[in-house]
């Protein structure tokens, strides 16, 4: 079976990504310079949104969200486990590039290793889940310092994946690659750690930097992250 999709589906909920803090109640022009969709393509999706209550029109002509969306918001909420979003993910980069990937979030002003899944085979570079170490110049804390704290780094804005080797062990490499969600914003630091004589920068080249670049997308979109944004941000438009 195909993975092709229903364009019109697909556009109709692309209209109700352009609603966001801020821009809760948006005009029929404004819904159509937003989405790139002509008039008369965003009114006809707009008219069946409505009719399945996931849009309210005023009498001002203005829309805004409807009761439905709060309902899948809070069955989403309910059956939400971020552990079997991410640990699937981290399981399948590490086995497709033979190093430990790890998921690392700021938790009282240092980094904390959340999620992890460890290479199969060979010689590895291991911290438990639940370790924590201080925001350093290593590529996983530059990821967490930038994007984070907005932090400005000291050679401007990073190539991603961000590489460094010999930041807190002199035996130990990372590349590392920011992780978005709901509005955009920074949840988490995307890490492949290895030693340093197997995990060099050329790797970058090799492969590393699509896979990681697409596993960043694929959970930056499940969590919540725009699909524009994310489009844009790792360069993944098709």
Same mark, same amino acid.
């Given at each position: 079976?195909?993975?092709?999709?229903?364009? /019109?589906?697909?556009? &109709?909920?692309?209209?109700?990504?352009?609603?966001?803090?801020?821009?809760?109640?948006?005009?029929?022009?404004?819904?159509?310079?937003?989405?790139?969709?002509?008039?008369?393509?965003?009114?006809?999706?707009?008219?069946?949104?409505?009719?399945?209550?996931?849009?309210?029109?005023?009498?001002?002509?203005?829309?805004?969200?409807?009761?439905?969306?709060?309902?899948?918001?809070?069955?989403?909420?309910?059956?939400?486990?971020?552990?079997?979003?991410?640990?699937?993910?981290?399981?399948?980069? @590490?086995? &497709?590039?033979?190093?430990? &990937?790890?998921?690392?979030?700021?938790?009282?002003?240092?980094?904390?290793?959340?999620?992890? &899944?460890?290479? @199969?085979?060979?010689?590895?570079?291991?911290?438990?889940?639940? @370790?924590?170490? $201080?925001?350093?110049?290593?590529?996983?804390?530059?990821?967490?310092?930038?994007?984070?704290?907005?932090?400005?780094?000291?050679?401007?804005? $990073?190539?991603?994946?961000?590489?460094?080797?010999?930041?807190?062990?002199?035996? =130990? /490499?990372?590349? /590392?690659?920011?992780?978005?969600?709901?509005?955009?914003?920074?949840?988490?630091?995307?890490?492949?750690?290895? $030693? @340093?004589?197997?995990?060099?920068?050329?790797? %970058?080249?090799?492969?590393?930097?699509?896979?990681?670049?697409?596993?960043?997308?694929?959970?930056?979109? %499940?969590?919540?992250?725009?699909?524009?944004?994310?489009?844009?941000?790792?360069? =993944?438009?098709?």
């Amino acid at each position: 079976m195909g993975n092709e999709g229903v364009i /019109a589906v697909e556009k &109709a909920l692309a209209l109700l990504d352009c609603f966001r803090p801020g821009s809760d109640s948006l005009t029929l022009t404004e819904l159509a310079q937003l989405s790139g969709y002509h008039k008369t393509t965003v009114y006809r999706l707009m008219n069946s949104l409505e009719r399945m209550n996931y849009i309210v029109r005023h009498d001002d002509g203005n829309y805004t969200p409807g009761p439905r969306l709060l309902y899948l918001g809070k069955l989403y909420e309910q059956s939400f486990h971020l552990a079997k979003v991410v640990q699937p993910e981290l399981h399948t980069l @590490s086995q &497709a590039s033979h190093e430990s &990937a790890s998921w690392y979030v700021i938790e009282g002003g240092q980094r904390l290793c959340l999620y992890r &899944a460890e290479a @199969s085979e060979g010689l590895r570079h291991s911290n438990l889940p639940g @370790s924590l170490f $201080p925001l350093d110049n290593s590529a996983i804390s530059k990821v967490l310092r930038h994007w984070g704290l907005n932090e400005t780094l000291a050679e401007g804005e $990073p190539a991603l994946p961000i590489y460094t080797s010999g930041a807190r062990d002199p035996h =130990t /490499a990372a590349f /590392a690659i920011p992780v978005f969600g709901v509005h955009d914003k920074l949840i988490a630091a995307l890490a492949l750690t290895g $030693p @340093s004589s197997r995990l060099t920068e050329d790797r %970058k080249a090799s492969g590393i930097n699509a896979l990681m670049k697409e596993t960043a997308n694929r959970l930056s979109m %499940k969590l919540g992250a725009s699909k524009l944004f994310c489009e844009q941000f790792y360069g =993944t438009e098709e």
